[in-house]
Structures are given as C-alpha cells and as structure tokens.
C-alpha cells in the first residue's frame, strides 16, 4: 500500500472514531437526562446535533477524495465501503440521541413518572453495542463484532417490555398519557440505536471477512 494512502486511511479510521466517541456521548448523556429530569443535559445534545452532521460530511467527502485519488482495491476498498456505512449510521444515531433528548425536555416539565427505569438499562445496553461495535472496528475484531450482532436481542426484549409497562401505566395514569407516549418514544429510539450498532458491527465483519451477513438468519449462532 503506498505511504500516503496508509496515512490518508488512518486519518481517516481516527475522524471515524471520535464521531463515533461523540455519538456515545450523545447517546448517554440524552438518557441521563430522561433519568435525571435534566433540561439543560438534554438541550446540550440537541445543540451538538451541528457538529455531528459536520463530522458525518467531512468523513463522507474523505472518504470520496480517497476513492477518486488513489482507486482503492481489495480489503482497502472494503474498509471504504465500511466506514460510508458506519459513517451514515452514526449520523443516524446522533439524530436519534437527540430526539430521545428532545423526549427528556418535554418530559421535564411534567410531574414525574416511576417507570423509567427500562430506559437506563436500555441506554446503557446500546450504549456498550456502540462502542463494542467501534472497538471491533479499531482492533478488526469480528469476533466482538458477532458479539454485539447478538446482544441487540436483549434490547429488543426491553424495548417490548416498556411498551407493555407503558399501556399499563396508560390505563392507571390516564393524565399522564403525554409524557408516557414521549417515554415510549425514546424507548422506540433506544431500539432503533441498537440497531444500527447492528449495522455498523456487520459493516466490520463485511470489513474482515469480506463477507455480507445481513439477512442471513444463522449469522450470529
């Protein structure tokens, strides 16, 4: 591999993850302020919602300036393909962390509810798929990369649980029906970060093994 290509695709692995490290945060810190009712936490992810698109645009333009320049082949044009994926994907889950923030605000001016505690163990689940998925990619680990492919059942399981917990709640508390539709919201987006942790940890075994695993019903067995 010439030199400079070497140095313009670990520039850019190292663009890849601190978008991803921002999105972690944005994902925990959007959780955090449904758990503590803080206002202030949540509208602090929903203002970093700029520069996660700035980011996401910036490693989309890298990475077609690489694909024009230098004509990538073989496991270095997967590593390409695999970060315009991921790349999307975290864009995507940035935007979902700030909905679930946008949840926490309206939330906060509520009388508070007693069945959030779904939602932390939620967060914290796709929080650790996440980065368990980035780390993959970091030390090309498709190991751990099957390894969260099968953990987004877990999440699943919750995400069902609260919907169930909040028609419950719904017929007992029927004056709080609006901050209970904003908890199952962020439930739903919780679900929806999870797989796209998914995705991202395919997109790495696409990356290793040069394989496609998504549709394949025995992939993570």
């Known amino acids: ?106 939330i906060s001016t509520q009388q ?20 368990q998925s980035l780390d993959a990619l970091v030390n090309l680990d498709s190991a751990l990369a099957h390894q969260v492919c099968r953990s987004d059942d877990a999440v699943d399981a919750l995400n069902k649980k609260m919907y169930l917990t909040v028609q419950d709640e719904i017929l007992k508390r029927p004056e709080q029906i609006q901050s209970l539709i904003h908890l199952l919201s962020a439930s739903r987006h919780l679900e929806r970060i999870a797989d796209h942790a998914t995705n991202i940890a395919e997109d790495v075994i696409y990356m290793i093994e040069g394989q496609i695993v998504r549709h394949r019903t025995e992939k993570y067995k």
């Open 112 to 131: 508070p509810l007693d069945v959030s505690l779904h939602i932390a163990d939620m967060g914290q689940k796709a929080q650790l798929m996440l980065r």
């Open 1 to 106: 591999m010439p030199k400079h290509l070497q140095r313009e695709l670990e520039t850019l692995k190292k663009k890849l993850l601190q978008f991803g490290i921002k999105t972690e945060d944005a994902v925990r810190d959007s959780v955090l302020s449904i758990d503590k009712l803080d206002a202030n936490l949540a509208s602090a992810v929903i203002d970093g919602d700029i520069e996660m698109d700035n980011m996401e645009i910036e490693i989309e333009e890298d990475c077609l300036k690489i694909l024009a320049l230098h004509q990538p082949v073989a496991i270095d044009l997967r590593f390409i393909v695999a970060v315009l994926k991921i790349n999307s994907d975290l864009e995507r889950i940035g935007d979902l962390a700030v909905n679930i923030a946008e949840r926490a605000v309206f």
